[in-house]
């Protein structure tokens, strides 16, 4: 029988099991390196996803594998680290118990629970399945497959107003994820396709930002909101805002009486916290996201923290944002808070340290918030640019992606533009591709 | 409404159909760029398939994109081209009509069908849930996932007899792609995982491949065929010849009387003619494939072409074989043959122009047969990843491809390990991720 390389972790010391291989699980197992603890880190997937440029493989721009990197791998080299691929079926914080589906279960004597967000549609579920989200590498290929399919079909398709069905998008949520969605768009159609097809003009499809709020990029100053929007513009993105969606259905967005067509719709507007937290018993906020204490514990049980988006911060009066670097940070922190606590201390109050707030848009458009610096345009571009690239796991990743980068940047190609699947998901309209 | 960049092309010219854009058609395609047609290249995918490379991405060493290109990118600049994404219900010979799924219907002066052949089991289709085959990117992905998923299974099983079950691989088939499968498989196992899990070794599993001839790679020479089995032998793999597989289920595959266990199993062993052809109403041969005449035009209707996997040509008393250069050769002719026509001469007949057989084993490991020159091992290894880094298709494949592959050479890891997918299809065992 398969013997383990080495003797398995000492059983006698602690045992942390940090559910959730994002950006907050993998920096609190990587703050435990040097701890007198075993680690069992559990995530439904394989690999640790690099979400920043999620919306880059939905768009074709990168493959899958140049933004994520199999959490074993990351951390192979880490010997208190065991990785478990299962889903969590629910915690037991009396009995310290983590459940995992199938019937296996882990206890814990340290609990980091970082499930992060899902994509929520505020209880109209049936907007699902004409408008999907964008969380998983599962959704960004289902995603690619939609947009460029509808291409497919707009010129497959006889009837002029069918036609143009197919070439009418929009994306729900002027936040970064949907404002980075209508930007390369719209660059798609411009440019990528051009010259590919011989019965439509990709140029001619509408790209629809549709935000419910007053402006796009609402987390950043009036200003780069504004910019964004120009740019947005710039690069044939039609912005609606103030324009709360009432219904989405196959024929396009509703708001109020007005109907925006569209035949592809793509969901960036809301996130809910994993349903997972509400194993916990303890009350959650409306977007079912833990209120931790200043450590990231939860009030009835110190041992079981919560970090990432799944978690709910005040920090002067104001949330801490559900970004990357937050979520880093507070994984670091809670490793320093276990490490305290096995020293007989206790922790420190967590304090995010804001480093600034980027977003990109498309081609050479972006904007840039470091307090008390702000920027747009190309040099924001390509500021986004080099910190992306920069904080890529993986050397390798780092090198691909530039070199797909400065590919797609000089030939204006997408790498990435293989429809993948049987096409099932796409809206109706003529049979798709078997 | 959307207007075509230029007047769709004239309808008076002969109208040329290509169903399939694979090596056969996508050659013929271009071996009509000058001629007085308009062409339609019809495909159920959007893209052309470096069939030859299709095993590595199904063993995680290359990304789908790296292997796969948009018909319409590669013929974008050939005006007298049409690429229509749509899935071939039918022929209809006598009309001289192409039957697309949803209803519409092309109708065609000349036609090539060039659909190539799918994986086979020969009447035991219930052997297809336990053995998937690869022929497609979706094949490859699902075989990565299971693959990978057999892995984290082992590593997450308690139970020692079930836990060596999921180590225990199977290969069926000693063609080129189970030879490719099987050594890069073991190569995974020994070198790729090592130190990444805790609980198993995943050197200690055994991969099996399973042949029912006297010998692997039956269209190399004996020579090569032996060097080949010592080859798979160093990497680790167990070679079972003469063992034809009369059964397979979740125990593994049943030879006769004796049971080989795998948990994994894929299948490389047989394949067919895709059903398309039955539609011609002509007679097939015993695997689906038509029987052509020299000119490869099929005897009842001269304007219709077959080429590639789907067309069985005889030559010199042998077959020409169903590698991807037969098929650039065919869609080459056809396109010959059609211009040869319209300028009112007739075709002449196929000649196959054999330069040689290449098949790779794992890392330093393949076999070359260039008629007179024959050689296997490192320098062999070496021609193989020249031949098809210079044959792949784009520049920026070429280029992304050999990064992958450098990094690969050095690192022993493989670039990309993601599993993806919801891991349905994985074979019974403890509920995967989802």
């Known amino acids: 029988m398969p013997q383990a ?3 398995a972790l000492p059983p006698e010391v602690p045992h942390v099991v940090i ?11 990587r703050g435990l390196a040097h701890a007198p603890v075993r680690i069992t880190l559990v995530d439904r997937g394989n690999h640790h996803l690099f979400q920043p440029l999620l919306y880059q493989v939905a768009t074709a721009g990168l493959s899958a594998p140049d933004i994520a990197a199999p959490l074993r791998h990351i951390l192979r080299r880490q010997r208190n680290v065991e990785v478990r691929m299962a889903t969590v079926a629910a915690i037991d914080p009396a009995a310290k118990r983590v459940r995992l589906a199938g ?11 970082a499930t992060g967000a899902t994509h929520a ?20 290929l289902a995603l690619r497959r939609r947009l460029l399919t509808a291409f497919e079909r707009a ?18 949520g002027g936040g970064p994820t949907g404002v980075e969605l209508a930007g390369t768009l719209a660059e798609i159609a411009r440019h990528t396709l051009r010259d590919e097809f011989r019965r439509i003009e990709p140029a001619t499809a509408r790209v629809r930002l549709i935000e419910a709020g007053p402006r796009v990029l609402p987390s950043f100053p009036e200003r780069l909101s504004e910019r964004a929007r120009r740019q947005l513009e710039r690069l044939g993105v039609e912005v609606l805002t103030d324009a709360p969606v009432t219904g989405i259905d196959a024929d396009g967005c509703h708001l109020g009486e007005r109907l925006v067509p569209a ?16 194993t916990l018993g303890v009350p959650l906020d409306r977007a079912g996201r833990v209120p931790v204490r200043p450590d990231l514990s939860i009030g009835a049980h110190p041992d079981i923290f919560v970090a990432g988006d799944l978690a709910t911060v005040q920090q002067g009066g104001r949330p801490v944002p559900g970004v990357a670097p937050a979520a880093k940070q507070m994984g670091r922190h809670v490793a320093r808070t276990i490490r305290a606590r096995l020293g007989g201390g206790t922790g420190t109050p967590f304090r995010y340290r804001d480093f600034g707030n980027l977003a990109t848009i498309g081609r050479q458009a972006a904007v840039v918030d470091l307090g008390r610096l702000k920027f747009s345009g190309t040099l924001a571009w390509w500021f986004w640019l080099v910190a992306h690239v920069f904080f890529l796991i993986g050397f390798r990743n780092r090198l691909t992606v530039m070199l797909d980068w400065t590919w797609a940047y000089w030939t204006w190609q997408r790498a990435a533009r293989i429809i993948l699947g049987t096409g099932d998901d796409t809206p109706a309209g003529p049979p798709g591709p078997s």
């Open 155 to 172: 010129e497959a398709e006889p009837d002029p107003t069918q036609r143009a069905a197919w070439l009418d998008f929009a994306i729900v």
């Open 121 to 140: 549609y505020f209880g109209n579920d049936a907007w699902a399945a004409h408008a999907p989200g964008l969380k998983t590498l599962d959704d960004a």
């Open 5 to 7: 390389p080495q003797a």
């Open 103 to 113: 019937g296996d279960a882990l206890g814990f004597d340290y609990l980091l629970l």
């Open 263 to 278: 035949r592809t719709v793509v969901w960036a507007a809301g996130v809910a916290a994993s349903p997972l937290a509400r």
């Open 19 to 29: 559910v959730g291989g994002g950006f907050a699980g993998l920096w609190a197992a």
